[in-house]
Nanobody, 124 residues
Framework: EVQLVESGGGLVQAGGSLRLSCAAS????????IGWFRQAPGKEFEGVSF????????YYSDSVKGRFTISTDNAKNTVNLQMNSLKPEDAAVYYC?????????????????WGQGTQVTVSS
């Protein structure tokens, strides 16, 4: 059974940090690129960060660049998203997704598997 399980969400004060994890199982992890997305109430889905499986290249949206860091732990089939200097506007449900073949990180339809999401709340 294919699974992507996010963890690490919670409540944090503005300026604080959280580390999200995306644990993958049921498919060949090394063959898939991983993206992190988020959706806040009343807002569109937003691509936050992405890591390539071929060369470990990374992508960050302008809204999180310099504050978030994506990394892969291949031994654990996990992708982590370290989020620092959190702002109230970062509050959202965060999802990870896996894509076997991808041309553009923000193209949602290119992702094959999705996690159930983890809530991040940032108090001001």
């Amino acid at each position: 059974e294919v699974q992507l399980v996010e963890s690490g969400g919670g409540l944090v004060q503005a300026g604080g940090s959280l580390r999200l994890s995306c644990a993958a199982s049921g498919f060949t992890f090394d063959d898939y690129a991983i993206g992190w997305f988020r959706q806040a109430p009343g807002k569109e889905f937003e691509g936050v960060s992405f890591i390539s499986n071929s060369d470990d290249s990374t992508y960050y949206s302008d809204s999180v660049k310099g504050r978030f860091t994506i990394s892969t732990d291949n031994a654990k089939n996990t992708v982590n998203l370290q989020m620092n200097s959190l702002k109230p506007e970062d509050a959202a449900v965060y999802y990870c997704a896996a894509a076997r073949l991808i041309t553009t990180m923000t193209y949602l339809h290119e992702y094959d598997y999705w996690g159930q999401g983890t809530q991040v709340t940032v108090s001001s």
